[in-house]
């Protein structure tokens, strides 16, 4: 079956622009998480949903972050006045349910560049 | 929050063992292992819950020592396609978003 996928898979955009990023989880999966990746580095965890609600948004990095996912299927993670340390590789994961015995699946994430 | 990971790098040839350990500061309630490779999603390898259990897969296990507060991968007889990164993820106190390990880089050479 298909499984989690991001668009775009490439962002290069100017300083102080806004993005877009979109995550489609696997059909059926009602926990979706948002993860930051900087070369070398582990996935930071940004945000969590449950169902349509954030669940905990204790990772976003300051207001400029926001997340909706308002059908409790598809999800986007939006970015304001991005910065040049907003550069990363933005992942989003899935899961049936929420909690430490599920397994969480990966999308492809996606490259943000911001020059 | 963020656990350890040790070592950062080894190299191996085919058909070599290799040990990835995973050490947290806090309890944990359960970890999970991940391998990534460059360009690629992380892809799931299994998931250890509070209770000191052993899992394994094919040549790849994994133990979760609950009083130390840690994890080991253990991967034997290993293959070209397990170089990558593997990366482990802790949940701590039940808390569903998983904090990750800086990484371990694997390279399997023939």
């Known amino acids: 079956g298909a499984g989690v996928s991001q668009t775009p898979s490439n962002k290069v955009t100017e300083k102080g622009k806004y993005v877009e990023l979109r995550c489609d989880p696997i059909?059926?999966?009602?926990?979706l998480y948002w993860y930051r990746q900087s070369l070398g580095q582990g996935p930071e965890f940004l945000i969590y949903?449950?169902?349509?609600?954030?669940?905990?948004d204790s990772g976003l990095p300051n207001d400029r972050f926001f997340a909706v996912r308002p059908e409790g299927s598809v999800s986007t993670l939006k970015i304001q006045r991005t910065e040049r340390g907003d550069s990363a590789v933005y992942l989003c994961?899935?899961?049936?349910?929420?909690?430490?015995?599920?397994?969480?699946?990966f999308g492809p994430g996606t490259r943000l560049l911001v020059l | 929050q963020q656990p350890v990971q040790s070592p950062q790098a080894v190299i191996l040839r085919e058909g070599e063992d290799a040990v990835i350990n995973c050490s947290s500061s806090?309890?944990?309630?359960?970890v999970h292992w991940y391998r990534q490779k460059h360009g690629e999603a992380p892809v799931f390898l299994m998931i250890?819950?509070?209770?000191?259990e052993q899992k394994g897969h094919d040549k790849i296990s994994a133990s979760f020592n609950e009083k130390k507060q840690q994890s080991s991968l253990y991967l034997t007889a290993s293959q070209l396609s397990y170089s990558g990164t593997y990366f482990c993820?802790?949940?701590?106190?039940?808390?569903?978003?998983?904090?990750f390990g800086k990484g371990t880089s694997l390279l399997v050479t023939p």
């Open positions: 059909s059926g999966h009602t926990a």
């Open positions: 993820g802790t949940e701590i106190d039940s808390g569903y978003a998983l904090n």
């Open positions: 806090k309890a944990l309630y359960s």
């Open positions: 949903f449950q169902g349509t609600g954030a669940a905990d």
């Open positions: 994961a899935s899961s049936l349910l929420a909690g430490g015995k599920e397994t969480q699946y």
């Open positions: 250890l819950l509070k209770g000191g």
